[in-house]
T-cell receptor, first 114, second 114 residues
Framework: DTEVTQTPKHLVMGMTNKKSLKCEQH?????MYWYKQKAKKPPELMFV???????INESVPSRFSPECPNSSLLNLHLHALQPEDSALYLC?????????????FGQGTRLTVV | AQSVTQLDSQVPVFEEAPVELRCNYS??????LFWYVQYPNQGLQLLLK??????LVKGINGFEAEFNKSQTSFHLRKPSVHISDTAEYFC????????????FGSGTKLNVKP
């Protein structure tokens, strides 16, 4: 199983709503990532979890709150977002291996903030 | 820090013609190199990777890439493209498997015309 599964695929939320994005992988990867991607741009790193601990936070606003409940799951909690936060949110995972160092990506959640 | 430059933002090409997408990186240490493809509203899919050894690597869908250490390049090639190859292509580097950060180029949109 080389899949990273993200739910939901699409999400529309108001600026006062609270919602969560979910990501799951069963490849035994110990690093998991959240990326934000705007149209016609490369993925922009938001957070990295390594062995279930937050290891990288790329100065992301506090209205985005990541959580890693266990080694297979990664959540991104959203609260009081702005319209400019509308984007494709990608989850990825990777392992610490010199034979398979690549990142595996989910299909993304298309978020629209209204 | 690493950086990745994709010299062409768009590459138009006719079906069955060859194509080369260019990627240059800067790094003072050895890195892992990757090419990813992204179809509209989807996640990133790994095309191929360079870890070490042979400088010519073959990937999925008939793509190949050549690692050139002296020119710090990792250009992607396909001898004959199909309409279905129309997509965004991203070059990426990772410093080593203990460092959980991937650096992406700005992307190249391959537009295959009939």
């Amino acid at each position: 199983d080389t899949e990273v599964t993200q739910t939901p695929k699409h999400l529309v939320m108001g600026m006062t709503n609270k919602k969560s994005l979910k990501c799951e992988q069963h490849m035994g990867h110990r690093a998991m990532y959240w990326y934000k991607q705007k149209a016609k741009k490369p993925p922009e790193l938001m957070f990295v979890y390594s062995y279930e601990k937050l290891s990288i936070n790329e100065s992301v606003p506090s209205r985005f709150s990541p959580e890693c409940p266990n080694s297979s799951l990664l959540n991104l909690h959203l609260h009081a977002l702005q319209p400019e936060d509308s984007a494709l949110y990608l989850c990825a995972s990777s392992q610490a291996s010199d034979r398979m160092p690549e990142a595996f990506f989910g299909q993304g959640t298309r978020l629209t903030v209204v | 820090a690493q950086s990745v430059t994709q010299l062409d933002s768009q590459v138009p090409v006719f079906e069955e013609a060859p194509v080369e997408l260019r990627c240059n990186y800067s790094s003072s240490v050895s890195v892992y190199l990757f090419w990813y493809v992204q179809y509209p509203n989807q996640g990133l899919q790994l095309l191929l990777k360079y870890l070490s050894g042979s400088t010519l690597v073959k990937g999925i869908n008939g793509f190949e890439a050549e690692f050139n250490k002296s020119q710090t390049s990792f250009h992607l090639r396909k001898p004959s493209v199909h309409i279905s190859d129309t997509a965004e292509y991203f070059c990426a580097v990772r410093r080593d498997y203990n460092f959980n950060k991937f650096y992406f180029g700005s992307g190249t949109k391959l537009n295959v015309k009939p």
